[in-house]
């Protein structure tokens, strides 16, 4: 009887270890389990990392947002920015012919030659003796009659001014009398001033005396053909 129990009180006590042991591996297996399985649980991002950090599909980042916007090639926001009207450029000076300076009365030798034709015409010739180019106000010639009153009219084109190189000629007709005027005065000499400020030149009238009772004067021309035609 009493080997019985004991039997009995051995095989209990066989039976809990068992059950003791494949309690220790079932929890052995699940540890493990647990430790090879990745971590479903997300961190948490780090704001510092993330600032800045485009996807490729964003319009922007913080960080251009945070710079100045610059102006666009071209525009007007900066009085000196390139992209607006060109600044006018200066007005023209009276200084436009490389320093060139005006023509003297004294600057030239005058030449008065009656001409063949048209009757009672002459043919005024300057030169230019000063061995310079100068600027020949070509309008305000004045010629006028010792012993007259008043100087010659123009007539004609009026002229322009222009540069009048060392040895160049110039020319322009006068118009002694008119063929329907009578009467008049002889005159064999003439005097020739380039404007009205300056001091005349007194030239004889080759081929003279001529009479004078209505003189009127051209331009200067560059052609003696040209300073005839009027």
């Known amino acids: 009887m009493v080997h019985a129990v004991r039997a009995r009180r051995t095989t209990a006590v066989l039976a809990a270890l068992s059950l003791g042991l494949l309690a220790l591996t079932a929890c052995k297996g699940d540890a493990e389990q ?20 485009g996807t490729g599909e964003g319009t922007g980042t913080d960080e251009d947002a945070d710079k100045p916007a610059t102006d666009a090639p071209g525009g007007s926001g900066g009085s000196s920015g390139s992209g607006g009207a060109p600044e006018a450029s200066e ?13 003297e009365t004294t ?72 063929a329907d005027t009578p009467g008049g005065k002889s005159a064999d000499k003439v005097e020739i001033a380039l404007t009205a400020a300056e001091s005349p030149a007194t030239v004889p009238v080759d081929d003279g005396p001529v009479t004078v009772n209505d003189s009127q004067v051209t331009s ?8 005839l035609t009027y």
């Open 34 to 53: 647990d430790a090879a399985a990745p971590s479903t649980t997300a961190s948490p991002s780090d704001p510092a990392k993330d600032k800045g950090k």
């Open 91 to 103: 007005p023209a000076t009276d200084d436009q012919d490389g320093g060139v300076g005006m023509c």
């Open 107 to 178: 600057d030239l030798s005058y030449k008065v030659t009656v001409a063949s034709k048209p009757v009672n015409h002459a043919l005024l010739t300057a030169t230019n003796n000063s061995g310079d180019p100068c600027l020949l106000p070509a309008g305000e010639l004045v010629v006028t009659i010792p012993g007259l009153d008043g100087a010659a009219e123009h007539m004609g084109p009026a002229g322009e001014d222009w540069i009048l190189n060392a040895g160049e000629k110039a020319y322009a007709g006068i118009l002694f009398s008119r």
């Open 220 to 227: 200067f021309f560059g052609t003696a053909e040209d300073a």
